[in-house]
């Protein structure tokens, strides 16, 4: 399971508020029982804020009898300073190894993560999910 967070790009987090069921894609870096994020005010930020309590995601479909999934259960909360600076720092070098691994776009990945939300007037919000349980599963061919 470990490996499936370190390894991939995109997870999606499940949150529920106001009998509203949310399930949203996202760029996470996992480490040391937290998923990391960085995001903009929005319908997830209000229901997570509403209701902490989140499930989280992560899959590699590669075929009908070829895929992995781990699947989090944990707490949100907002975070700020060190661990805030941390979770950057854990972010930007996941995306930076993916964008080298695909399309070696580092200068845009670097524009777009850290100044894009400025463009919206909208502060980036760094935020983790506390991670208390887990499962995950696997086929493979």
């Known amino acids: ?5 370190q390894r991939e790009l995109v997870g999606r987090i499940g949150c529920c508020a106001d009998d509203t069921v949310y399930v949203v894609p996202i760029n996470f870096a996992y480490a040391d029982g937290h998923v990391y ?10 229901m997570m804020r509403k209701n902490p309590r989140v499930c989280f995601e992560v899959d590699v479909p590669r075929g009908l009898f070829d895929w992995e999934s781990v699947i989090l ?18 972010l930007l070098q996941k995306l930076r190894g993916f964008a080298t691994v695909h399309d070696g776009s580092h200068s845009i990945l670097e524009e777009r993560f850290l100044r894009a939300p400025y463009v919206e007037n909208r502060e980036p919000v760094l935020f983790a999910i506390d991670v208390e349980e887990r499962t995950g599963r696997c086929e493979v061919r």
Request: charged share 35%; glycine share 12%; aromatic share 6%.
């Open 1 to 5: 399971m470990d490996d499936l967070l």
């Open 37 to 46: 994020c960085q995001t903009i005010e929005g319908m997830k930020l209000r």
């Open 73 to 90: 259960w944990g707490t949100f909360r907002e975070i700020g300073g060190e661990e805030a600076e941390l979770a950057r720092t854990l």
